[in-house]
Nanobody, 125 residues
């Protein structure tokens, strides 16, 4: 079992930056890949990006590439999402998630088993 708790969301002006975090507990954090997803009102949950268990590899959705950075601190069991140059379209509830695996890293929500409760990010124009 893995428990995930996000924090750090809030209100930011367009063009601003925000870093959100996800603290994991349960199984050893360094044993599984992690992903970030987001869901805006009336829209489907979509992938933001992911990071391998070691932190050596990351991937990003085209919509956030070059603006967002995913990192992890395995010693602190914490996943981060640094968001720069935020746009109103980035406003959503952001979720961290994991399948509990260190292998294949999916990009679709149904491929993930464990989810945090989400943290709201609001971007004012």
């Amino acid at each position: 079992q893995v428990q995930l708790v996000e924090s750090g969301g809030g209100l930011v002006q367009a063009g601003g930056s925000l870093r959100i975090s996800c603290v994991a507990s349960g199984r050893t954090f360094s044993s599984y890949n992690m992903g970030w997803f987001r869901q805006a009102p009336g829209k489907e949950r979509e992938v933001v990006g992911g990071i391998t268990w070691s932190g050596r590899s990351t991937y990003y959705a085209d919509s956030v590439k070059g603006r967002f950075t995913i990192s992890r601190d395995n010693a602190k069991s914490t996943l981060y999402l640094q968001m720069n140059s935020l746009e109103p379209e980035d406003a959503a509830v952001y979720y961290c998630a994991t399948s509990g695996s260190s292998g294949y890293m999916g990009v679709r929500p149904h491929e993930y088993t464990y989810w945090g409760q989400g943290t709201q990010v609001t971007v004012s124009s």
